[in-house]
Nanobody, 121 residues
Framework: QVQLVESGGGLVQAGGSLRLSCVAS????????MGWYRQSPGMQRELVAT???????HYEESVKGRFTLSRDNAKDTVHLQMNSLSPEDTADYYCYANVLSNYWDPGTMYWGRGARVTVSS
């Protein structure tokens, strides 16, 4: 029905950068919000960044000024540019999208399988 494919995770040294990408594919009418959650062992899943279909962004406080979320509506794609990474950013990052199957659909949340980000000290 709807698939979110993530890429760009990996291992990076502290202070380095990574760029995560997420592409939505399948049969749907439109996508409302898209963004990223992350989860590390022993921690609850937290919202990292979100962007509306109009381009309005919100960031978790700890990543403000370091992470930038962008969106290409024509390609149903979001990119999360992560700079100045620290070991505290180590987590599994999950792309999400609120997908509408038709004009009257309130939206259904879909998730990617996760991209692992490991930041070494």
């Amino acid at each position: 029905q709807v698939q979110l494919v993530e890429s760009g995770g990996g291992l990076v040294q502290a202070g380095g950068s990574l760029r995560l990408s997420c592409v939505a594919s399948g049969s749907f009418f439109s996508i409302d919000a898209m963004g990223w959650y992350r989860q590390s062992p022993g921690m609850q899943r937290e919202l990292v960044a979100t962007i509306s279909d109009r381009g309005t962004t919100h960031y978790e406080e700890s990543v403000k000024g370091r992470f930038t979320l962008s969106r290409d509506n024509a390609k149903d794609t979001v990119h999360l540019q992560m700079n100045s990474l620290s070991p505290e950013d180590t987590a599994d990052y999950y792309c999400y999208a609120n997908v509408l199957s038709n004009y009257w659909d309130p939206g259904t949340m879909y998730w990617g399988r996760g991209a692992r980000v490991t930041v070494s000290s």
